[in-house]
C-alpha cells in the first residue's frame, strides 16, 4: 500500500526550532515530487513548496521562502518541513502529498495524515 | 503567482441535486488543473486531476471539464458522503496555487 505517514502533533513556544516529517512507502519514494501544505485553523489549503527526492530540486512559494526548509532523505524515505524559530502564526496543521505522476505537473494523490503544530508562549 | 478564484464559497443542496462549482484562475494553466475534497478533520482527497481526469476509486457522478482558464466540477446526483469542502488546485507554474475552497452543505 502506497503512503505517507507523519510525525505526530508537536506543541512549541515561539523562537523554538523545529523539524517535522513525513515517511514515503510502499513506492520508488525517489521519483515522486512531495509536496508541503499547510492549512490553519478553520482555513483554506495553501502550497509551501516541492521537493524531488532524486536530486533534491526544491520549489518554494514566494510566501514561505526564506521561512521554511523542505529536505529528503533518500536513504528513509522521508522528507522532512523545518523551521529555525517559529511563530505564533505557524500554528496549523502541516501535510505532505504525493504527485501522482513523476513530472510533477498533476494532482496530489497520496497524503499524509497531518501533523498539528501548536505555537504558543 | 497565479490566483484560483473558486465560486461559490459555499453551497447549499440536497441529496440527489446536480451540483457545479467553478474555478478561474488569473491567467491560463494549460488543463493543469485539479479538485480536492475534504472532510473535517481529513486530509484532503485527490477526486479530478487534469481538468477531466477522475481518480482511482472515485464515483463517476464526478466530472470536471474546462480549459484555459475557466474550469467547472461537477457531481451530477449528490450523495450524503459528498457534503465536504471542495479545493481547485493548479500545477501548471509553482507555486501551484490552490482555490480557497467551496463549502457544500446540506440544504
Known amino acids: 500500500e502506497v503512503q505517507l505517514v507523519q510525525s505526530g502533533a508537536e506543541v512549541k513556544k515561539p523562537g523554538e526550532s523545529l523539524k517535522i516529517s513525513c515517511r514515503g512507502s510502499?513506492?520508488?519514494?525517489?521519483?515522486?515530487?512531495i509536496g508541503w501544505v499547510r492549512q490553519m485553523p478553520g482555513k483554506g489549503l495553501e502550497w509551501m513548496g516541492i521537493?524531488?527526492?532524486?536530486?533534491?530540486?526544491?520549489r518554494y512559494s514566494p510566501s514561505f521562502q526564506g521561512q521554511v526548509t523542505i529536505s529528503t532523505d533518500k536513504s528513509t524515505s522521508t522528507a522532512y518541513l523545518q523551521w529555525s524559530s517559529l511563530k505564533a502564526s505557524d500554528s496549523a496543521t502541516y501535510y505532505c502529498?504525493?504527485?501522482?505522476?513523476?513530472?510533477?505537473?498533476?494532482?496530489?494523490?497520496?497524503w499524509g495524515q497531518g501533523t498539528a503544530v501548536t505555537v504558543s508562549s | 503567482d497565479i490566483q484560483m478564484t473558486q465560486s461559490p464559497p459555499s453551497l447549499s443542496a440536497s441529496v440527489g441535486n446536480r451540483v457545479t462549482i467553478t474555478c478561474r484562475a488569473s491567467q491560463s494553466i494549460n488543463s493543469y488543473l485539479n479538485w480536492y475534497q475534504q472532510i473535517p478533520g481529513k486530509a484532503p482527497k485527490l477526486v479530478i486531476f487534469t481538468t477531466s481526469s477522475l481518480q482511482s476509486g472515485v464515483p463517476p457522478r464526478f466530472s470536471g471539464s474546462g480549459s484555459g482558464t475557466d474550469y467547472t466540477l461537477t457531481i451530477s446526483s449528490l450523495q450524503l458522503e459528498d457534503f465536504a469542502t471542495y479545493f481547485c488546485q493548479q500545477t501548471y507554474i509553482t507555486p501551484h496555487t490552490f482555490g480557497q475552497g467551496t463549502k457544500l452543505e446540506i440544504k
Open positions: 510502499g513506492y520508488t519514494f525517489i521519483t515522486y515530487w
Open positions: 521537493i524531488y527526492p532524486r536530486d533534491s530540486d526544491t
Open positions: 502529498a504525493r504527485h501522482r505522476s513523476v513530472g510533477g505537473t498533476d494532482g496530489l494523490d497520496v
